[in-house]
């Protein structure tokens, strides 16, 4: 069974930085792309990055765009999301989630078919 | 960025009623359209992919249609289990989007 634990989340002051981590396990975890979704207090969700398999492709949403980096170890199945100067509005649930495939890009199509359970970042001073 | 709208936002039904929810994309997406099912306090589920097919162990009451910008998750005989909240997400273009979700609700 896939399955995919999120830590790092905490109370960051506005402007201050966190690193969030995500480990994989019962899954060959260089094979898939990942992603990182959040959903704010009683909102939506929204996607925030993606990374390919080998790492080399990546993406990001606008609202995180030159401040969030994601990055990957596949030898310790771990997928990171280095936050940077974090505003109040980047106040979410923080979900990763495994891609169906491993590819990133224009022409490769993955849905998000395992979640883990979240870990919690609040931006506050 | 491709706009995704779900309607209706809620909705309430009779267990055994059939319930469908449309989502409509700003532009094409051809048939990459995902739904997922989120109850509350817990994690997204996929539930369909590629616009029609049911994810691994998801009931055959729930079905997906649609293709290019409208698409429709039907919930065939609704049970006291499928309260939820309902996304549609495209994958056809980044950044990944989703609707603002459909919550589905017991009358």
């Known amino acids: 069974e896939v399955q995919l634990l999120e830590s790092g989340g905490g109370l960051v002051k506005p402007g201050g930085s966190l690193r969030l981590s995500c480990v994989g396990s019962?899954?060959?975890?260089?094979?898939?792309?990942m992603s990182w979704v959040r959903q704010a207090p009683g909102k939506g969700l929204e996607w925030v990055a993606g990374?390919?398999?080998?790492?080399?492709?990546?993406y990001y949403g606008d609202s995180v765009k030159g401040r969030f980096t994601i990055s990957r170890d596949n030898s310790r199945n771990t997928v990171y999301l280095q936050m940077s100067r974090l505003r109040a509005d980047d106040t979410a649930l923080y979900y990763c989630?495994?891609?169906?495939?491993?590819?990133?890009?224009?022409?490769?199509?993955?849905?998000?078919?395992?979640w883990g359970q979240g870990t919690t970042v609040t931006v506050s001073s | 960025d491709i706009q995704m709208t779900q309607s209706p936002s809620a909705l309430s039904a009779s267990v055994g009623d059939r319930t469908t929810i449309t989502c409509r994309a700003s532009q094409s997406i051809n048939r990459w359209l995902a739904w997922y099912q989120q109850k509350p306090g817990k994690a997204p589920k996929l539930l369909i992919y590629?616009?029609?097919t049911l994810a691994s162990g998801i009931p055959s009451r729930f079905s997906g249609s649609g293709s290019g910008t409208e698409f429709t998750l039907s919930i065939n005989s609704l049970q006291p289990d499928d309260v939820a909240t309902y996304y549609c997400q495209q994958y056809d273009s980044y950044p990944r989007t989703f609707g603002q979700g459909t919550k589905v609700e017991i009358k």
């Open positions: 989630a495994k891609e169906e495939a491993g590819l990133l890009g224009p022409n490769f199509h993955n849905s998000m078919d395992v």
């Open positions: 990374i390919s398999g080998g790492g080399g492709d990546i």
């Open positions: 019962g899954v060959i975890f260089s094979n898939y792309a």
């Open positions: 590629k616009a029609s």
